[in-house]
């Protein structure tokens, strides 16, 4: 019944995509299925395993995981990997314009790992802007880049992109909010770094120690720690509770 709803569907041009949800393993036949039917890997499948992981995601962050991206690079001559247990890392040169759809398409979510968000109007990102609007050439070489971390990520070479899981970046906020509001065409590239791991000691470490061009205060980095996190989710529910009961009165008093 599947393959046949999926061959109508496909006649008429519309996309499928395939949700299972169990609390056990995810069956070999599924996934069997899932290939032979074409699907793309990071369709929604939640078995134990991820169900665990997203409730310990869900216990250090305020959101859902973001969805598979696909972030392209140029040109293909030029990636170095690096593995260590653990972790894998990618250095690509990537277009500027891709850097912009990426925020356009997940905006200030991408960086909920990150320490703060955009600075504003300061001199590095005016000089940021100087040198896009002026000398997009050189703004690999001026540009320190920008540092992304993901669950998951695959490297396709021959199609000149890399499919990332849940994309954050860690470093380059002002670069990557300077690229996205830059008014007029974007042009030229910048180096990026992706990083795969599911450490979340060393997705803290790492956020620490790449942050600082910008001085980074203690009180920055306490963000995302989890005690800050509960009372953030405690104080929101709070907040609602009081909330629902004085615009049930303001309406009924309107009435």
């Known amino acids: 019944l599947l393959r046949k709803a999926y061959d109508c569907l496909k006649a008429k041009k519309y996309d499928l995509s395939l949700t299972f949800i169990s609390t056990k393993r995810v069956p070999p036949d599924l996934l069997s299925l899932q290939e032979q039917l074409g ?3 990071n369709d929604s499948i939640y078995d134990r395993e991820r169900i665990l992981s997203l409730y310990r995601d869900y216990l250090k962050d305020f959101n859902p995981p973001l969805p598979a991206y696909k972030l392209r690079f140029t040109p293909t001559d030029y990636h170095i990997v690096k593995r260590y247990p653990g972790q894998t890392a990618y250095a690509l040169t990537v277009p500027c314009t891709e850097i912009r759809d990426l925020w356009l398409k997940f905006g200030d979510d991408l960086f909920r790992k990150n320490v703060r968000n955009f600075l504003g109007p300061n001199r590095a990102n005016n000089g940021m802007k100087t040198t896009l609007g002026d000398y ?3 703004f690999w070489y001026f540009n320190n880049g920008i540092t992304m971390l993901c669950d998951k990520a ?3 070479v021959d199609e000149n992109y890399i499919d990332m899981e849940n994309p954050q970046i860690v470093n380059g906020c002002q670069t990557t ?4 509001r830059f008014k007029g065409d974007v042009q030229g590239d910048l180096l990026v770094r992706i990083i795969e791991s599911k450490d979340n000691e060393f997705a803290a470490r790492l956020t620490l120690f790449q942050n600082t061009f910008n001085p980074v205060k203690n009180r920055d980095l306490k963000s995302n720690d989890i ?3 509960r009372l953030r989710r405690e104080l929101e529910l709070e907040c609602l509770v009081h909330l629902v009961p004085f615009l049930s009165a303001i309406c009924s008093s309107n009435n």
């Open 39 to 41: 699907l793309e890997r």
């Open 227 to 229: 005690v800050q996190i």
């Open 136 to 138: 997009p050439h050189n």
């Open 154 to 156: 695959e490297l396709r």
């Open 177 to 180: 909010k300077t690229i996205g």
